[in-house]
């Protein structure tokens, strides 16, 4: 069966830096896209940042550009996450799909696996 596990979440202070990592096990296609959501207390999950399995499509929210970076590595994938801030602050879920060029408000439903999940705390 299909597993995603997250690790590399915790706490840290404005400006700083996190990294987290997700290990995808299962699959039978090597072409799922992988991506990062994350979902703050009280708010709609939102997607992050996505790359196709190809790894030639990536794509960020406007409101992590030039701050996050993804890679990947077959079926890992990292999130490297610059200059943290406390709207950063989230539980940062993987998943696997379809890496989309569309605003990522539509990028949920193309997401057929999910993993559990991963704290992100930013706070001084």
């Known amino acids: 069966q299909v597993q995603l596990a997250e690790s590399g979440g915790g706490s840290v202070q404005p400006g700083g830096s996190l990294r987290l990592s997700c290990t995808a096990s299962?699959?039978?296609?090597?072409?799922?896209?992988l991506a990062w959501f994350r979902q703050a207390p009280g708010k709609e999950r939102e997607g992050v940042s996505c790359?196709?399995?190809?790894?030639?499509t990536i794509n960020y929210a406007d409101s992590v550009k030039g701050r996050f970076t993804i890679l990947r590595d077959k079926n890992t994938v990292w999130l490297q996450m610059n200059n943290l801030k406390p709207e950063d602050t989230a539980v940062y879920y993987c998943?696997?799909?379809?890496?989309?060029?569309?605003?990522?408000?539509?990028?949920?439903?193309?997401?057929?696996?999910w993993g559990q999940g991963t704290q992100v705390t930013v706070s001084s």
């Open positions: 790359i196709s399995g190809t790894g030639t």
């Open positions: 299962g699959f039978t296609s090597p072409y799922y896209g």
């Open positions: 998943a696997a799909g379809s890496c989309s060029s569309g605003p990522t408000r539509t990028w949920d439903p193309l997401y057929d696996y």
